[in-house]
């Protein structure tokens, strides 16, 4: 198992924008599905975004699609989460996922092995 590195969380108002990444010294993200997933207080740890690395296919949840992105800097390599018109329930803490490369995005949290220790993310009203 890889202990992933998450950062850049904090706090915005509601409409503003964050950006979390997320990285493994020494980890090769190729042939890796990768995915962010979030977890509020009292609350089950539900799907965000994800993409295959085969076929470069992309999936958002309903309730952000349109307002985030995910992306990939393969050359450090390092998984992104540009988070933008955030709205109060957006908070929560958010986790970086890697699992092995397959054709469709994996959507649920016990299809991954690697996951990120989580960053807060806060937006008030």
């Known amino acids: 198992q890889v202990q992933l590195e998450d950062s850049g969380g904090g706090s915005v108002q509601a409409g503003g924008s964050l950006r979390i990444s997320c990285g493994a010294p020494?980890?090769?993200?190729?042939?890796?599905?990768l995915a962010w997933f979030r977890q509020a207080p009292g609350k089950e740890r539900e799907f965000v975004a994800g993409?295959?690395?085969?076929?470069?296919?992309?999936e958002y949840s309903e309730a952000v699609k349109g307002r985030f992105t995910i992306s990939v800097d393969t050359t450090k390599p390092v998984v992104s989460l540009q988070m933008d018109n955030l709205k109060p329930e957006d908070t929560a803490t958010y986790y970086c996922a890697t699992a092995a490369s397959d054709s469709r995005v994996k959507r649920r949290a016990d299809e991954y092995l690697d996951w990120g220790q989580g960053t807060q993310v806060t937006v008030s009203s």
């Open positions: 993409k295959t690395w085969t076929g470069g296919l992309y």
């Open positions: 020494g980890r090769d993200f190729r042939f890796s599905n």
